[in-house]
């Protein structure tokens, strides 16, 4: 199986700052990943496929890059409704698709 | 815009058979332009697939959960269904059904259901 690790789990911010959120693949993915956000109580969110293509109706705000082992989700500034949980998901391998630990971003 | 909505019982006694139906509106599951699949995450903790189908009837499943889980739909009614035999409380979980876009091998989820809280007890 694929790893996927997320850093940091938690991350204290505050609204305006710029943050990036960053999810290693154990072996290449090439730029088969996707982001997630999840708030609590609800169903994930798609926010971006293929590493850096952002999902139609998703704020410019959010950002991903990369490629191989190596990416970033960043968000440029901030906003109270952007607290959440941020997950990473490949989709490189036949079997199985693995997600990332997830990334708590809470208010500082 | 495709909806998913699961329904099924919120409890299941251990070593009986978790069963769930996802109801697709909105699109056809036999389009033929997605995999429909299950997923899961219990309380606190991240997210885990269970396995996909597509339409042409075939699925594929997670190594882990293979020898427990079988995924089927009806096109008639447009849902997909979940069975998870053998349960314990290990799979204890919200369960989310979601429609898959395909990549190169596999697929990302650009919809998903609202999620059925399962809880295994006696």
């Known amino acids: 199986d694929i790893q996927m690790t997320q850093s940091p789990s938690t991350l204290s911010a505050s609204v305006g700052d710029r943050i990036t959120i960053t999810c290693r693949a154990s072996?290449?993915?090439?730029?088969?990943l996707a982001w997630y956000q999840q708030k609590p109580g609800k169903a994930p969110n798609l926010l971006i496929y293929k590493a850096s293509t952002l999902e139609s109706g998703v704020p410019s705000r959010f950002s991903g890059s990369g490629s191989g082992t190596e990416f970033t989700l960043t968000i440029s500034s901030l906003q109270p409704d952007d607290f959440a949980t941020y997950y990473c998901q490949q989709y490189n391998n036949y079997f199985p698709l693995t997600f990332g630990g997830g990334t708590k971003v809470e208010i500082k | 815009q495709v909806q998913l909505q699961e329904s099924g019982p919120g409890l299941v006694k251990p070593s009986q058979t978790l069963s769930l139906i996802c109801t697709v509106s909105g699109g056809s599951i036999s389009s033929g332009l997605y995999y429909w699949s299950w997923i899961r995450q219990p309380a606190g903790k991240g997210l885990e697939y269970i396995g996909r189908m597509f339409t042409s009837g075939g699925t594929t499943y997670n190594p882990s959960l293979k020898s427990r889980v079988t995924i089927s739909g009806d096109a008639s009614k447009n849902q997909i269904s979940l069975n998870l035999s053998s349960v314990t409380a290990a799979d204890t979980a919200v369960y989310y059904c979601?429609?898959?876009?395909?990549?190169?091998?596999?697929?990302?989820?650009?919809?998903w259901g609202q999620g059925a809280p399962v809880t295994v007890s006696s």
């Open positions: 072996q290449s993915i090439y730029s088969w």
């Open positions: 979601a429609r898959g876009i395909p990549g190169t091998r596999s697929c990302y989820f650009d919809s």
